[in-house]
């Protein structure tokens, strides 16, 4: 398995926005070949004294973290499905309805080494 993981800020207002929108993501997202997909709202995050959540996406009041994630079957297929996805035209679309600040998420991508309980 292959995971890409995310930070974002997100104005606390833009809650159902950022909903509409990760809704719409999933789905093309699972046609191209992701398996599982987490949305998280920020609810407990601890202030760190060198870093934390909201600081390494300089949140800003009035935001929230969204914690998200996706699991491909491989970085294959996540390489090809997000190829996919930019050459059709999906990304263009999608990106007239983001409602929060791109250039401060924070993403990658992993390779698990150990997983319990799947």
């Known amino acids: 398995m292959y995971i890409q993981g995310f930070l974002t ?9 950022y909903l509409a929108l990760a809704q719409k993501v999933a789905a093309k997202l ?7 997909l987490a949305e998280c709202w920020e609810e407990d995050i601890a202030d760190g004294k060198l870093t934390d959540f909201r ?12 914690f998200s994630w996706m699991v491909w079957p491989d970085k294959a297929t996540a390489d090809a499905g997000h190829e996919k996805m930019t ?11 983001v409602p929060f600040d791109g250039r401060r ?11 319990q309980g799947r």
């Not at 800020?9 to 926005?17: I, M, N, T, Y």
């Not at 390494?56 to 973290?65: D, L």
């Open 55 to 66: 600081m390494a996406v300089k949140a800003e009041p009035g935001e929230k973290v969204v």
């Open 30 to 36: 699972t046609e191209v070949g992701v398996t599982e």
């Open 9 to 17: 800020p997100v104005p606390e207002d833009a809650k159902d926005a």
């Open 87 to 97: 050459s059709d035209g999906f990304w263009d679309d999608a990106m007239d309805e």
């Open 105 to 115: 998420m924070v993403f990658g991508g992993f390779t698990p080494i150990f997983t």
